[in-house]
C-alpha cells in the first residue's frame, strides 16, 4: 500500500465517483480505477459496492476511509516537519474557518499575513464551527478559527478577536418602532435562524440566554445554512434574525434592514489546534498576527 493509493483512495471515497476524482488529482480514470482495484484485490475484500453505472463506498471502505485519513494527515505532519525546519521563506498553512470569520474578519489579516511571507501558500477551507472543529480533530486542516468555545479535549483554544450580535428586522417588522422590547416580544416572533452546530447560532442562543430569553422559546420559522441566506429572508419579511455586526453592516446602512435596540453580550473568535499534533512555525506566526491584531481593522 502506498500513500499515493490512499490519496486516491480518499478522492474517490468522497466523492463517490471515479470520474469527479480523477479530475480532481488531474489523473485518467484508468489510473484511478487501476489504484482502487489494486487496493482491493491485495487485501481480498470491495471498498466499494457497484450499485448501477455507480460506485457506493460500503461498510469496509467507511471504516478504512477514517484510517486512510490519519495516515495522509501523519504524513502530511512529517512533510510539515521536515520544511520546518528551515524558514519561513517557504511553506503551507491549511485553515478551515467558520463562515463569518472566514467571509468577513479573516480576509484582511490573510492579505496581511501574505505581506509579510509571500512565499507561503494558503489553503483556506470554510464550514460551521462544529465542521471546522471536527477538521481539526481528524487532522485536515492545522489551524481553525471559529465563533464561541468548542468543547473538545483534543483542542487547543485562544482568543483571537470579538464581534457583536445584531438583531436586525425589516424595516417594516411592528417591533421596530418600539421603545422597549421584552423577552415575551422576542419569543412571539418570528425567526429566521442558522442551522445547528454553526458558531453563529450557538453564539446567538447564549447570548440571548443572558439577555434573559430563553432561545428554546423562540419561534423559528426557517433555518438556513448561510449568513448571506439568513440576511436575505430577513429583508424579504420572512422575520427576526441574529447575525455578526461584519455580516448585516452593509444592509444597515442601506435601510434594508432595522438593527432592533437589543443589547447582547460580545462574542468571541477562538482558534483551534490539535493539542497531541505538531506545531509548524508557519501556523505558529500566522496565529502570532492574529493576536497581536496586526492589521488596520
Not at 182 to 197: F, I, N, P, Y
Request: net charge negative.
Amino acid at each position: 500500500m502506498t500513500l499515493e493509493q490512499l490519496r486516491i483512495f480518499i478522492a474517490v471515497a468522497e466523492r463517490e465517483h471515479v470520474t469527479a476524482a480523477s479530475q480532481a488529482l488531474n489523473l485518467t480514470q484508468s489510473a484511478v480505477s487501476n489504484a482502487i482495484a489494486a487496493l482491493e484485490e491485495r487485501y481480498g475484500l470491495k471498498l466499494f459496492d457497484r450499485v448501477g453505472r455507480g460506485i457506493v463506498l460500503n461498510e469496509y471502505g467507511r471504516l478504512f476511509l477514517a484510517e486512510a485519513r490519519a495516515v495522509m494527515a501523519r504524513a502530511g505532519q512529517a512533510e510539515a516537519l521536515l520544511a520546518d525546519l528551515g524558514t519561513l521563506k517557504t511553506g503551507h498553512l491549511s485553515i478551515y474557518a467558520s463562515q463569518t470569520i472566514a467571509s468577513y474578519w479573516l480576509p484582511e489579516r490573510l492579505a496581511q499575513f501574505r505581506l509579510l511571507y509571500p512565499a507561503i501558500t494558503l489553503d483556506v477551507q470554510i464550514g460551521n464551527s462544529h465542521e471546522v472543529a471536527e477538521a481539526v480533530i481528524q487532522g485536515q486542516c492545522e489551524v481553525g478559527l471559529v465563533e464561541g468555545v468548542v468543547s473538545h479535549p483534543l483542542l487547543q483554544q485562544e482568543c483571537i478577536g470579538q464581534d457583536h450580535l445584531t438583531i436586525i428586522a425589516y424595516p417594516t417588522h411592528p417591533l421596530v418602532h418600539k421603545t422597549s422590547i421584552t423577552a415575551d416580544d422576542l419569543s412571539q416572533a418570528v425567526w429566521v435562524m442558522r442551522e445547528q452546530g454553526s458558531g453563529t447560532r450557538s453564539s446567538f442562543e447564549d447570548a440571548l440566554m443572558q439577555a434573559g430569553c430563553c432561545a428554546a422559546s423562540l419561534n423559528v420559522g426557517m433555518t438556513l445554512p448561510s449568513n448571506e441566506a439568513v440576511l436575505n429572508a430577513t429583508q424579504n419579511g420572512v422575520g427576526l434574525a441574529g447575525l455578526s455586526e461584519y455580516v448585516v453592516r452593509t444592509a444597515l446602512a442601506a435601510g434594508q434592514v432595522v438593527a432592533l435596540d437589543v443589547p447582547l453580550a460580545p462574542r468571541f473568535f477562538q482558534s483551534l489546534r490539535h493539542r497531541e499534533r505538531y506545531h509548524t512555525r508557519t501556523a505558529q506566526a500566522f496565529l502570532a498576527l492574529l493576536q497581536t491584531g496586526r492589521t488596520n481593522a
